[in-house]
């Protein structure tokens, strides 16, 4: 395999240097344009729930590692819940049917806060009045229904309730980085390659990595200046 010279790449690269700014700004422009022209604005919502189980000790000293994994766990549970039928159903009632169980299903998530018995709600769309009353509704929904459903010794209450939704996509600023840096990506990794690539024999060192063989002698080069200066007896 051939061996790569970084000090020869390096110097290949900076005079290319002008083409490797160039496919930067053309992927960016190129993704910042499809983002902001393509994608359709969406808009989010987020909730959070404080989760507790009924059962655990309150004392003093009941904040024990132990506990603080079980409060983990019972978020993580009430997590999963949020994709239940009933949840998704009683949630869409709640909303005067605006939105079907399988929409409402596509656009929460839902996840626990680490090392807390909170339990973070996030819903998506592209109306940001149905992004909070979904927000709404999916929250104060798991927070009722959930422990009656399931039969846990547990309660969930609203600690902060859905925020007016703000604007998520498209973030044209982020794809405009993400073309850039793809851009600088996908000239460099060419260049690189057809370096890699090309055999062409450029002086004794290049000969000798290729080849692997001793040089016994060289044939000086003159330019055409130095040849019209010197004189020969």
Known sequence: MQEIDLRLLCGVLLARVKWIITGMIVLAVLLASYSYFFVPEQYASAAKLYVRNMEEN?????????????????????????KLRPILTAACERMNGRVTPQELGAMVTAAGVEESSFLE?????????????ACEAIADTLA?????????????????????????????????IIGAVSGCLL????????????NTVRDKDSLIMQMDVP???????????????????
């Open 58 to 82: 309150t004392q003093a000293n009941s904040s024990t590692a132990s506990n603080l994994s079980a409060a983990e766990y019972l978020a993580n549970t009430y997590a999963k819940g949020i």
């Open 121 to 133: 709600i996030s819903v998506r769309h592209t109306d940001p009045v149905i992004a909070k009353q």
């Open 187 to 198: 000239m460099v990794g060419i260049f690189v390659l057809q370096e890699i690539l090309d």
């Open 144 to 176: 009722t229904d959930f422990p009656v459903l399931t039969g846990d010794p547990s309660s969930a209450k609203v600690a902060d309730p859905a925020s007016e939704a703000v604007k998520v996509a498209p973030n044209v600023v982020r794809s405009g």
């Open 215 to 233: 040089v016994l002698g060289e044939i000086p080069s003159f330019t055409q200046s130095q040849k019209r200066g010197k004189s020969h007896a």
